[in-house]
């Protein structure tokens, strides 16, 4: 997957979990950030950001906040921040063989009380998949989630019920960057979501977690 029409900015603070203020060319601008999490370590102010100009001029905001160069020791690391990506590559992943074969890949696919990203057949078998993103990091460590989901929760244990049905079932976690080496539960912010991360393995859903070559 690739964006269009993409610039570089300086990170100068985000007054709600929706917008940034970003310097563009010497300018400030308000622009809306693709991701309603906390990210309080990539969005530091002084951290260069990637913005998509849209293609609608009536917006309020002319720009997306997709990305950031986040300082490691070192260098920086480059952090894809869009909330929408993991789905889209993911999509191309799975419809590339990722899990295998699969029959009559859907999207967004209600199933009971939960609605999952992707809902597929493999030799005769129901698939379910849910994507998570993952930008946070720490010395090489990939914690999801930055910020308590009840969503998420609430997937989690729709998948943990589907594999007791017979369903074959997926939590595929996103890490939108290069440089992670594991993946663990954020058991500081949300026990619960570990917790219930240990219950669906031991129900038979697997817990995938890839890391992505993430480029500005």
């Known amino acids: 997957m690739k964006y269009n029409n993409c610039h570089s900015g300086i990170f100068i603070f985000r007054p709600n979990r929706f917008i940034a203020i970003v310097e563009i060319d010497g300018q400030e601008q308000r622009v809306h950030v693709k991701n309603t999490g906390r990210c309080k370590e990539l969005l530091q102010r002084g951290n260069t950001v990637y913005l998509e100009k849209s293609g609608n001029p009536s917006r309020r905001t002319g720009y997306d906040l997709i990305g950031v160069d986040k300082p490691v020791p070192g260098g920086v690391r480059y952090v894809n921040m869009d909330s929408m990506a993991p789905n889209r590559a993911a999509g191309e992943w799975l419809a590339t063989g990722g ?118």
């Open 99 to 216: 899990l295998g074969a699969l029959e009559d890949l859907k999207a967004e696919v209600t199933v009971g009380d939960s609605r999952f990203d992707f809902v597929a057949a493999q030799d005769g078998r129901p698939v379910a998949v849910e994507v998570k993103g993952c930008t946070l990091e720490d010395g090489g460590v990939a914690r999801f989630p930055d910020a308590p989901t009840l969503r998420g929760l609430k997937h989690v244990r729709g998948l943990t019920r589907l594999a007791g049905e017979g369903w074959r079932c997926v939590l595929l976690v996103v890490i939108q960057m290069k440089g992670a080496r594991v993946f663990r539960p954020n058991w500081q912010t949300q026990p619960e979501f570990g917790e219930a991360l240990i219950e669906a393995q031991r129900a038979g859903v697997e817990i995938v977690a890839m890391d992505c070559a993430a480029r500005p």
